[in-house]
């Protein structure tokens, strides 16, 4: 049985270490933050310019001048501190954020990764992605395995434009979680009652089994 | 001190003319110099360059000018929270810069600093690289990227003193401060106005030299764009 | 929150060893990190390399690791108010780098900020731009500058929480900030402590992530360089 | 009869423009401070981080939190602004301040200006000179016109080594107010009783006389 959301978001989740940074972008990412393993102390930062960001305010509660990059209306947790975008730019590109988990139209197999642009589709924009993606020492993509038309978004290469290249460190799909290695992508763990030959079915990237791969846990 | 104070909005928006640069704080809505943009609204003022994060939603922010077709072109890191921005940029009305976040944000602080380029890994090998000077720095590519100034920059404050000293809340700190640095002449405009001596001088986000005109705005509608809340236990 | 604060002077210095590059906060002897420079001068580490705008007088602050011969190199934009300075770098012992004030400070935060080089007029035709890249952005020449990062930054702050925000006061602040960002292990000493919630949010002027430890220190002397007063009338 | 070092600086001070940001180096320059025209509104930005100086503290009253890039206890003015080193040199080098006031050791005629090394005497550094020469606007060189030796500073070409070139707007001495034009040193006004031969005897630079030189107003 594949996934759905918060089952990828808290796969993820699993992997977020102890007193670190973590940038959680807009979509699975950002239900990451309620999947916290106990015992381990995460602050999140927003690029907008909020360090110790906490959960959503309670209804009558919402700032106007207190969201997140998402435009969301958040609260801060005790020990929070806010600043300009270039500061905020500065802990990204300077690598003082540990971890970025990030949603992906497509990924390749040597960790290039793009979810900014369709030609021929309106264009939004890349926001933060780039920067993020340019610098991160960790990034995760959180994805749907495939797109609508049931077409591999796990690829040999990117089709469409880049966001940047050789950053993703593992994908978790709502098929399977997979790591970005030198030598290709390492399937390391299967969503519950999917068989490798059917993730391989519906990934376009070859995959490399190394062991006998196990469920993912959730 | 340099009183910075104008007296009316049209003196606030004093200089502005056809096919300008101007730089416009904010993220989203938040933190967007609304009295100054409802007043450049008003004006004929037209073919504009629109330095800002984003522009606005169809009927507030940048929308506003957008409805007008004041706008010539937008340098922007994210759009399209807007059906007419995205007419007009299908059609060809409307062009529009898209730069990634980080550097525009680096772009701006550097201009004001007087940093005219500065080498950054995010846009390498994509679009954005494109015809870019590529350099290597500890193994990793880099490109170059130029900074912005503007005539003028647009933004807004919490609190502020007639020296031009600023103040943030929140969020709504943005991308005003480089902003801020910028523009060549620089309007801010504050939620609440002080004389000097009343701010402390160890909490200002924008020292006055990069003011130069201030005012108190009115009415601020400060929309939300994502209400997002939880529920009461 | 992450937990920054130490137990003591020793974890706080913790992992500092001979040949380490490290920066040191402080304009004159204004912000200087006390705690930690005497906590250095305590120890066997030599060979140092530091990055500090001055370099202490004779009995304090960077002088305590001069006369120690700890030090290898200055990277400094001012330095010789320092007979032991003057004598090691006079003798051969001492190597020193000179780099014009705002370039220093600029390099620092670029360090920080993940901005491997940038492009400055300071020093162009001058000593400090051979061997330099020279550019022309709008018909004026600049040179490129590498950016600074260092094994530990050591800073002193005024206030600080345990999750490592930090507020400075009056001219303490200086390099500070821009060498938290820059150090692979900052370590922030501070007049008084708090715990996370007690500081405002909003008034942080060096968010905790640029922090790896965090200490209140003890016995700050604050030595006056140039005390200028005048007379009440 | 030449001007003494306070005179120098009212001298100076009459080309202060009202609503002007101004950054005083040490020495002369600091003296200007103390002769303001009536009527002229400037605010002092000093280059460790502080606009708004004020003067120096009651005896008594020092903060040694609160000091000028020339490591003097200071005071602030209401309105004042307290900032990092990088931040400060945003404001110089991308042109915020508007006048630079500095001493010299040398100012060559084409706007040269050397201060911050003696080669074979122990070298200090350079401070913040080299970061406001090059991006300050207008700067004036506030000097004596002659060293301890007699020998003339205001020369063809600097032979110390330089801190920038083409730089300096105005040079303010002890026995003259000279402008640097793309001609050369124009000579503008002269010590009361100094005559334009003498000030050209102790000149290394050839001066430009346009018209009859009046004797500088104190």
Partial sequence: MALDKNQIAKRIAKELKNNTYVNLGIGIPTLVANYIPEGVNVEFQSEN??????????????????????KQTITTMPGAALFDSSTSFAMIRGNHVQLTVLGAMEVSENGDIANWKIPGKMVKGMGGAMDLVASA??????????????????????????TGVNCVKKIVSNLAVMDVTSKGLVLLERAPGVSVETIQKYTEARLIINQDVPEIQI | MINKKVKSIDEAIEGVKTGMTVMLGGFGLCGIPENCIRALSKTKI????????????????????????QIKKMISSYVGENKEFERQMLNGELEVDLIPQGTLAEKCRAGGAGIPAFFTPAGYATEIGKNKEVREFNGKPHI?????????????????????????KGTARNFNPMMAMAGKITVAEVEEIYSVGELDPNQIH????????????????????????????
């Fill in chain 2, 206 to 233: 924008t020292p006055g030299i990069f003011v130069q005109r201030i005012f108190q705005g009115e009415k601020y509608e400060k929309r939300i764009e994502q209400k997002t809340t939880r529920k009461k236990i």
């Fill in chain 2, 144 to 168: 170059l990227e130029n900074s912005l100034i503007s005539d003028f920059a647009f933004i807004k404050a919490w609190k502020g003193d007639t020296a031009g000293n600023l103040i943030y």
């Fill in chain 2, 46 to 69: 037209k073919n504009l360059i629109c330095i800002s994060n984003n522009a606005g939603v169809d009927d507030f922010g940048l929308g506003l000018l957008l409805q007008n077709k």
């Fill in chain 1, 49 to 70: 310019g909020v360090l110790g960001m906490g959960p959503f305010p309670f209804e009558g509660e919402e700032d106007p001048d207190m969201i997140n990059a998402g």
């Fill in chain 1, 137 to 162: 020492e960790n990034i995760i993509v959180a994805m749907m395995h495939t797109n609508k038309e049931g077409k591999s978004k796990v690829l040999k290469k990117c089709t469409l434009p880049i």
